[in-house]
């Protein structure tokens, strides 16, 4: 007897863990008789799906149950963590994939003109390495980013648990890897030790949360509150390095700063899209891309600088 009210409370526990971590319309009661039948049956409507949380193909909006709140003149709601989308070819949200690819482009472009720059333009070493110290960490940096780009653009195309999974991890890393580069650039951290004791901790940090998100628990809140927490860290340094430098470039860096600031609000206020297409995020995706390609534009100017300024010393 006892043995069985320990179950019910068990299930009990459950189900209230899971509402607690569901959507608003995943509540919503044309969804849920939508869900049931759907559930039952394989299908909703006159459209079948491979699982009951998302249409699989063609069917312009996420399901039948949107359309019928549309109808009823309720707004959007949130589903599993999303919002409805209007679908383009089977590709969930066109706009963010559209945006993301762009990005990768830019990212590619800024990486190779300062891989020219750098290798091609400037003076080097007479051991051919460059005067610039901080070139190998921009090379790991522009390979997370078109990493990071790349794995956007297929979680945007299909959200499935692994495109979910390769997408928070490439971000995180690459955001994790940003607060390195800051922290290291701004505070002129060139000796190898100091730079593996600043580092390592922040390294096993993140690879501790990739870990968590991968092998324990995919918790959104949880890695949206970590990305944060990294971002605006790093957004500060970068500041401080803008506003207490003289560095030639500094109203690029501001100017970086200052956007990257203003897009992470959108990521906060997190509206519904507008026609279907366009929501918060994918604005988010479209202000990176001048972004990203004065972001590079900074980190070439840096490179120049680093460069002339160790060869008056050398001289
Ligand atoms: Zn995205």
Redesign the pocket.
């Known amino acids: 007897m006892a043995r069985s009210h320990w179950f019910a409370l068990l299930v009990a526990f459950s189900c209230l863990v899971r509402a607690l971590n569901a959507s608003d319309g995943d509540a919503d009661p044309v969804y849920r008789a939508c869900l049931e039948h759907c559930k039952k049956t394989g299908c909703a409507g006159e459209k079948c799906f491979q699982h009951c949380k998302f249409s699989s193909d063609g069917k312009p909006v996420d399901g039948p149950w949107e359309e019928e709140r549309t109808q009823a003149g309720h707004k959007p709601l949130k589903y599993h963590g999303k919002w409805p989308f209007q679908r383009v070819y089977g590709i969930q949200e066109p706009v ?1 994939v559209a945006l ?1 690819a762009l990005n990768l482009a830019i990212q590619f472009h800024g990486w190779v003109s300062f891989f020219i720059l750098i290798y091609y333009k400037l003076p080097l070493r007479p051991n051919k390495k460059t005067y610039y110290e901080y070139t190998g960490l921009w090379h790991i940096y522009g390979l997370l980013s078109m990493n990071a780009m790349f794995w ?1 653009a297929v ?2 195309c299909r959200d499935v648990e692994l495109t979910g999974k390769l ?1 928070y991890s490439s971000a995180v890393a690459l955001i994790g890897f940003s607060l390195i580069l800051a922290i290291l650039r701004a505070f002129h951290v060139r000796d190898e030790a100091a730079r593996v004791m600043i580092a390592a901790p922040l390294i096993a940090f993140v690879t501790t949360h990739i870990l968590y998100l991968n092998f324990y628990q995919l918790d959104y809140g949880l890695n949206m509150k970590v990305c944060m927490a990294m971002s605006i860290a790093q957004l500060l340094i970068w500041a401080f390095l803008a506003g207490l430098s003289y560095h030639p470039s500094r109203w690029k860096l501001l100017a970086t700063v200052v956007g990257g600031s203003l897009a992470m609000l959108l990521e906060i206020c997190d509206f519904p899209p507008y026609w279907g297409y366009v929501d918060a ?1 994918a604005l988010w ?1 479209a202000t990176t891309i001048p972004l990203t390609y004065l972001w590079w534009s900074f980190v070439k100017d840096d490179a120049e600088l680093g460069t002339t300024t160790l060869l008056k010393k050398v001289n």
Do not use: G, Q
């Open positions: 963010s993301s956007s979680f945007h997408d995020h995706h």
